[in-house]
């Protein structure tokens, strides 16, 4: 078992940053391919940033939505990711969550909610306009 929690989230105006974290416990931290989605009222949760396993290999994955604006990051050492959000939008108010799966290789990245098996209780985001 692997349990997440994640913090950061607010209220901020738009064009302004924050920076969510998760931290995870349980199992070793550094075997899981982690990943952050968002749902925000009325929609379905969509994938937003994924990460593989080892932060060496570089390998990340983002939404088109949020690609140039947010960065997925991670310190195995203190079982903790991240997600740097910048340049806010009010489209991306939603509940983001963290999400934690066990993979076969350093490199894979998953973008489907289903591949995932652990999940954080969500932290909200809300940009104002």
């Known amino acids: 078992q692997v349990q997440l929690v994640e913090s950061g989230g607010g209220l901020v105006q738009a064009g302004g940053s924050l920076r969510l974290s998760c931290a995870a416990s349980?199992?070793?931290?550094?075997?899981?391919?982690m990943g952050w989605f968002r749902q925000a009222p009325g929609k379905e949760r969509e994938f937003v940033a994924g990460?593989?396993?080892?932060?060496?290999?570089?390998?990340?994955y983002y939404a088109d939505s949020v690609k140039g604006r947010f960065t997925i990051s991670r310190d195995n050492a203190k079982n903790t990711v991240y997600l740097q959000m910048n340049s806010l939008k009010p489209e991306d108010t939603a509940v983001y969550y963290c999400?934690?799966?066990?993979?076969?290789?350093?490199?894979?990245?998953?973008?489907?909610?289903?591949?995932?098996?652990?999940w954080g209780q969500g932290t909200q985001v809300t940009v104002s306009s």
């Open positions: 999400a934690a799966t066990v993979v076969s290789h350093s490199t894979v990245v998953r973008t489907s909610s289903a591949e995932y098996d652990y």
């Open positions: 349980g199992r070793p931290f550094s075997r899981y391919a």
């Open positions: 990460i593989s396993w080892s932060w060496s290999a570089g390998s990340t």
